[in-house]
């Protein structure tokens, strides 16, 4: 009988994790089963804050993804472009792979809400190209500013806007903050010529924490040097800056020659691409995370949308749901090959930590709230729990954030 076949787009937190648990729950004669990725590697999405800040080398955020996987896993290397779900096939750079079970795993890309210039002139954090995009942006900028004649210096080189004071955004400020006196030293810059402003379109950062925590942590970052901006939307983006809405009729231009956008995420261009409903590139599951109206196809991650019936709201897109999501969907893969019922996804959420640099963060775990050193060894131990799940004790050996106390 010929083996179903079984195709994982995206080796991300959903689409890797679906893979590695496909590989310990199905035997070879049982399913053939392929996860297609675009770069060889896998990358920490929640480290990249740091490889843009450039507190810590590209080269520890990823890992190569077949050293995660045994044989049962046929892995290509190759970008999606399409998914036709008429013809059951995924178009990619290469040629056409077809499928009797497709798992979406594509993940998220930056949401610029329409906002004139972002999509040239800013920066988002979103792979490991654009992490490193950043952090050589920002080294250029400060060379720049040096090189310059003492009557010509132009100090919004030294100047950078983040976008957002959402989790992404607070956390590239934390890493920004620690890498700035480094780069002062290392550029010959006076500190005090250094500006970064958190641009905030809402009337508070991090509406998900307590005040107690909010405050700790806009203190914790204004005490390095960060300014904030709240209440204030970015409304455009020119080579110059940014424009932010003050008022009903009062704008700012803030000069700067750096602009990374953190002000939120979308699902995939190749899923919106796609037949497949979607909202902001992401695709509404059943409770078993299939697709309404399409059963061999499952949404893991940032690509799939799911209300939390009890708030109403829909769950936050995640690494951790991601993990958890594809847990769910390999034990249904398994499930449908065997013949037997699918299961429904029960997220079970911790809690969050946001990070403020490598050895301060704020949380809520478990309902019980941190904040300071004891706050940032749990997020430590958090991003090492991530790589176990995946490639076992000799990833966290390999990658892992062993000195939890630095
Ligand atoms: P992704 O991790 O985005 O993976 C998608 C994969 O698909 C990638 O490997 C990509 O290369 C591949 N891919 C994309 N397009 C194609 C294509 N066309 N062809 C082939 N391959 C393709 N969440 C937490 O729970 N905790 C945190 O602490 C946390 N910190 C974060 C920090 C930052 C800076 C950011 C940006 C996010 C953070 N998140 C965190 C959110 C979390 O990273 C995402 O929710 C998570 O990465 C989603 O996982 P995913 O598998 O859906 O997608
Ligand atoms: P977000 O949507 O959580 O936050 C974006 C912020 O940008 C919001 O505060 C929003 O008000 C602001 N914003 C929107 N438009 C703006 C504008 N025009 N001008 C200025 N500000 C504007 O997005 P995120 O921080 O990128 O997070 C994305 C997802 O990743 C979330 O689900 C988050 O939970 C997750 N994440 C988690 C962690 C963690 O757990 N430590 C870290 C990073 C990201």
Redesign the pocket.
């Known amino acids: 009988m010929k083996r179903p076949n079984i195709l994982i787009l995206g080796a991300g937190y959903g689409g890797l994790t679906t893979a590695v648990n496909l590989q310990k729950k199905l035997g070879y004669d049982e399913a053939e089963i392929t996860l297609v990725n675009k770069n060889s590697y896998h990358y920490e999405s ?1 480290w990249l ?1 740091e490889a843009s800040a450039g507190t810590l080398k590209p080269e520890r955020v990823r890992y190569e993804i077949k050293d995660v996987l045994n044989k049962k896993v046929h892995f290509v290397q190759e970008a999606v472009e399409k998914i036709d779900i008429k013809n059951k096939r995924v178009v990619t750079n290469i040629g056409e792979l077809t499928y009797d079970y497709l798992v979406v795993g594509l993940g998220f890309e930056g949401e610029t ?1 329409g ?1 004139e210039g972002l999509d040239k002139f800013a920066f988002g954090i979103t792979n490991v190209n654009d992490a490193r995009k950043i952090r050589d942006h920002i080294n250029t900028q400060f060379a720049e500013w040096a090189s310059q004649e003492v009557s010509e210096k132009d100090d919004s080189l030294l100047t950078i806007v983040v ?7 607070i ?1 590239f400020l934390g890493e920004l903050a620690n890498k700035i006196p480094e780069l002062c030293k290392e550029y010959d810059v006076p500190k005090e010529k250094v500006r970064v402003i958190c ?4 009337p508070a ?1 991090l ?1 998900m924490y307590s005040p107690k925590l909010v405050n700790y942590a806009i203190k914790a970052l204004t005490k390095k040097g960060i300014e904030f901006s709240v209440g204030t ?3 455009q983006a020119t080579e110059e800056g940014v424009k932010i809405k003050k008022g009903p009729n009062e704008f700012e231009f803030i000069k700067a020659s750096t602009v990374v956008w ?4 979308r699902g995939s261009r190749i899923v919106e691409e796609s037949d497949l409903p979607s909202k902001r590139a992401r695709v509404a599951v059943e409770d078993d995370l299939r697709v309404p109206g399409y059963p061999d196809i499952f949404m893991v991650g940032d690509c799939a949308f799911l209300m939390n019936k009890e708030t109403e709201r829909p769950y ?3 690494a951790q749901i991601a993990m958890q999501q594809a847990i769910t969907v390999a034990e249904n893969l398994v499930a449908m090959v065997k013949g037997e019922e699918t299961k429904t996804f029960v997220p079970n959420l911790k809690g ?4 403020l640099g490598n050895s301060d963060a704020i949380g809520n775990v478990f309902g019980k709230e941190f904040t300071g050193k004891s706050a940032s060894i749990m997020k430590k131990i958090i991003d090492n729990r991530a790589l176990y799940f995946i490639g076992g004790t000799s990833l966290v050996w390999k990658k892992g954030k062993l000195n939890l106390f630095k």
Do not use: Y
């Open positions: 929640t804050h809400f906002i976008g957002g004071a959402g989790f992404t955004g956390e641009v905030e379109a809402a950062v509406p939307p970015v409304v953190a002000a939120g995420v936050p897109t995640t969050s930590i946001c990070s």
